[in-house]
């Protein structure tokens, strides 16, 4: 079994930045794929990025490529999700998502564990 706990959600301006934190328990972290996925007022759960267990391989959303930036410490068992230049379209809950596998997966029923989520708004 795997907990989850998001932080670093809150309420920015349109082009700032926020920084979310994902801390894991489990003492095989590195061998779980890690995901962000977001959720905003009447709209479906959607993928935003994934990073494998080893850290190498990273995959993103078309809509913050560039923009936002996923990664992981494994020996803090913790993944981050860095959010630059963030818009109003961003506003959503953010969740964090574990996989009992170490390969990307992109859908969201592909992963095992899901915290219980941070809102970001973003403000125009």
């Known amino acids: 079994q795997v907990q989850l ?13 926020l920084r979310l934190s994902c801390a894991a328990s489990g003492r095989t972290f ?14 479906e759960r ?3 990025a994934a ?3 080893s ?4 995959s993103y959303a078309d809509s913050v490529k560039g923009r936002f ?5 494994n020996a803090k068992i913790t ?3 860095q959010l630059n230049n963030l818009e109003p379209e961003d506003t ?22 899901w915290g219980q989520g941070t809102q970001v708004t973003v403000s125009s």
């Open 5 to 17: 706990v998001e932080s670093g959600g809150g309420l920015v301006q349109a082009g700032g930045s």
């Open 69 to 73: 930036t996923i990664s992981r410490d």
């Open 30 to 43: 590195s061998s779980y794929a890690m995901g962000w996925f977001r959720q905003a007022p009447g709209k």
């Open 79 to 81: 993944v981050y999700l």
């Open 46 to 48: 959607e993928f935003v």
């Open 51 to 53: 990073i494998s267990g």
């Open 55 to 58: 850290g190498l391989r990273t």
């Open 92 to 113: 959503a809950v953010y969740y964090c998502a574990a996989r009992e596998l170490a390969g990307i997966q992109t859908a969201a029923a592909g992963y095992n564990y």
